[in-house]
């Protein structure tokens, strides 16, 4: 299990983590929240040991890491077959499938749309087969349709082979709604973890954002929206 060992962290002057302390549920779903500059891509790039801690350790980091951005880039032209075999020789097909890529395999990544490339990405990242997947706010740049291919491959395929998942969200109804756990980095920068359903909290939440927040019942689902 992945362990955040009373971290600290600091740029310049300025405080990202004190004594933080937090562990990484196995074979889970984990969502990242907190609102913009408060340390969430700084997290990533501390798990991945990209930057150190200034205290504390972070234990437990698993061999095989695969990270997702929001944007990602190619060093030369490929077609989506070619991305996807890099590190293997077969492709998977179930993969293939749930991201509805094998219409795609012969077109150049660049001439793709960009949600079209996001689904490649994934379908890059699952194809490493990973025990821990980071993703950095993956669907930012997606439209509704693609964010829902992407979540519901990404589900789907956490829920059959078990990798563990830490996933940074912005929509908050996206967030507990795919997965089992929050960590939640607040107003105060101090993380906050517990299960959907512990952090699934109007008052935490609201202050967090600093944005009255109400939680509604909608179709068997639960929404987190803005207060008019």
């Given amino acids: 299990m992945l362990t955040l060992d009373h971290i600290s962290y600091a740029i310049g002057n300025k405080t990202i983590f004190n004594d933080a302390s937090a562990e990484l549920i196995d074979h889970e779903i984990t969502c990242l929240i907190g609102p ?28 095989k890491i695969a990270l997702l951005a929001q944007k990602n880039e190619l060093f030369e032209p490929l077609a ?3 991305l996807l075999t890099i590190q293997r020789d077969t492709l998977d097909e179930e993969v293939l499938n749930l991201l509805q890529l094998k219409q795609l395999l012969d077109r150049p990544i660049e001439k793709l749309s960009g949600g079209q490339r996001q ?4 379908g890059y990242v699952l194809h490493q087969e990973p025990d821990l997947l980071l993703l950095d706010e993956p669907t930012t740049y997606l ?3 693609y964010q829902q291919i992407f979540l519901k ?3 789907t395929l956490q829920a059959q082979r078990g990798f563990t998942v830490l996933m940074i969200l912005h929509d908050l ?6 997965s089992q756990n929050i960590w ?14 512990e952090l699934m909290d109007e008052t935490l939440l609201s202050e967090t954002f600093k944005l009255p927040l109400s939680i509604v019942e909608h179709a068997g689902q639960r929404l987190i929206i803005p207060e008019l």
């Fill in 143 to 145: 439209d509704l349709y």
């Fill in 173 to 178: 109804t996206q967030a507990f709604s795919n």
């Fill in 184 to 197: 939640l980095i607040d107003a105060n920068k101090q993380l906050i973890t517990g299960s959907v359903t």
């Fill in 153 to 155: 491959a990404l589900t």
């Fill in 36 to 63: 913009n500059g408060i340390g969430k891509s700084t997290l990533f790039n501390l798990i991945t040991q990209s930057i150190q801690p200034e205290s504390g350790q972070i234990i437990g980091i698993p061999d």
């Fill in 119 to 122: 689904l490649v990405w994934l």
């Fill in 80 to 82: 989506v077959r070619a």
